[in-house]
């Protein structure tokens, strides 16, 4: 979006699933029927597939940060990149851009329902021009993700 000599740059994403979800069946149900050998080829499956799909997410991330890169003006950069933030696709994406829930969140703030609700993995980053008034992920049921809402605002220089 141009306006008077302004841009802002927009990237929405939604990085390579870690494919945990559609494994969890096999697991439970080679618990629930006390099948160790099927329990221990579905955690050998979902351990491939994982390895599998953090290559992806890595790769997927270098375009994105590529893509953020090359652009000028100001940078929002929002989505689902099933990853948490102790990852190279967090850490790579994000580089020098800010973190509105570190910026202006509170509490534990995870988006992942699954997996005992621990894991952050939406994220909205930002460029150093703006500044996060408000960030919210409000439990609401349409999806196994919480949405992320972030109210920011541009500093006037």
Not at 2 to 14: A, E, Q
Not at 37 to 64: H, I, P
Not at 91 to 104: A, C, E, P, Q
Not at 117 to 122: A, C, E, S, T, V
Request: proline share 3%; net charge neutral.
């Amino acid at each position: 979006m141009v306006d008077n000599g302004w841009t802002l740059g927009i990237f929405t994403n939604h990085l390579q699933t870690t494919s945990v979800n559609s494994i969890k069946p096999r697991l439970y149900q080679a618990k629930e029927s006390m099948n160790s050998q099927e329990g221990t080829e579905a955690a050998f499956q979902l351990a491939f597939q994982m390895k599998k799909n953090f290559v992806l997410r890595a790769m997927q991330a270098d375009f994105v940060r590529q893509q953020i890169d090359n652009s000028t003006g100001d940078i929002i950069v929002c989505g689902d990149f099933n990853d948490t933030p102790a990852s190279y696709v967090y850490n790579h994406i994000k580089g020098n851009l800010t973190d509105g829930f570190r910026d202006s969140g509170s509490g534990f703030g995870y988006t992942f329902r699954e997996l005992k609700r621990i894991f952050r993995i939406d994220y909205i980053f930002y460029s150093g021009s703006f500044e996060g008034l408000r960030y919210d992920s409000p439990n609401l049921p349409w999806s196994d993700h919480k949405p992320v809402v972030c109210m920011i605002r541009k500093n006037v220089l």
